[in-house]
């Protein structure tokens, strides 16, 4: 097989697209001393390693499960909105191309690869896409907290190209794992320059058509659920009131609770075993969400 016969011949067709990549943190530390499987003897052996398996494969298998349950909420509240039961059906429809969109999760070994086309012929608002992810991710954030398995990530757009249903792969995605991996370091999701850019185009787009109002609405806050990190790189916002009221709603103040306590019990455990690099992320966390506790809605 010669090297031109060896992949038939195929348009490619690349996009841009948003792509978040979120990592599962802590999973070295749950596989650490583990190598060649040999059968437990014992029932204490056969408990610890049911641990492992718990502490590994049940995280992975549990974020997943979430971001699956997050997002199918975040996608159709704004379909039930009261505000569409109001129009008239050949309005309905209108509302319905405009909230339209397709966000695909990709599993990734300990982690998830969330992506929305932002070339997509048949997604009126493409902002929609960006939107959903940053519901998804920023609630997979604080429930891992909230819930003992942290993660951390990045949201970014470049060109990227399905190579099959719901198989991306280029810059888009290799982007969003470099900020992930060298830039986000603790609990957080940072939010790329390109994603910024996008979003305040489409934020001060002059445009009247009821498409370009609203990716503009929906550019405004997804801006809006955008925080500054104190090394300069835009986060996103997850305890801000704009991500509560958009996204959370009525969990929020209980996984508030239950993550404020868990980032508490990892500052003090790293400050007694006096690990200096975890000590200074999770006093950073503490101060993050002492900052910002829930919002009382009005």
Known sequence: MTADTAVPNREWIAYNYCVAFVDLLGQREALRDQGLLIPPQTDEQRKAFREVLRNSIGAIIKLQES??????????????????AALQPEQQLIWDKMLHTRVTTQRWSDGLVSFACLGDKEIKCQVIGIFSIFGLVGSLCLL????????????????????????LYGPAVARA??????IAQYPRIVVGPETIGFLQAHSTNPDQDVFSQTDREFATLCLDMLIRDADGHWILHYLGEKFQFAVTHQQHAELYGKARHF?????????????????????????????????VPE
């Open 144 to 167: 891992g907290l909230a819930t003992s398995h942290p993660i951390r990530g990045a949201i970014e757009i470049a060109w990227g190209v399905e190579l099959r249903p719901n198989e």
């Open 263 to 295: 980032v508490h019990e990892q500052l003090l455990t790293h400050q007694a075993n006096q690990n200096t690099k975890l000590a200074f992320r999770y006093s950073h966390l503490v101060q993050y969400f002492d900052a910002h506790p829930p919002a």
């Open 177 to 182: 794992y470099e900020i992930e991996s060298e």
């Open 67 to 84: 971001a699956e349950e997050m997002l199918a909420p975040i996608l159709q509240q704004n379909l039930d909105s009261p505000r569409r």
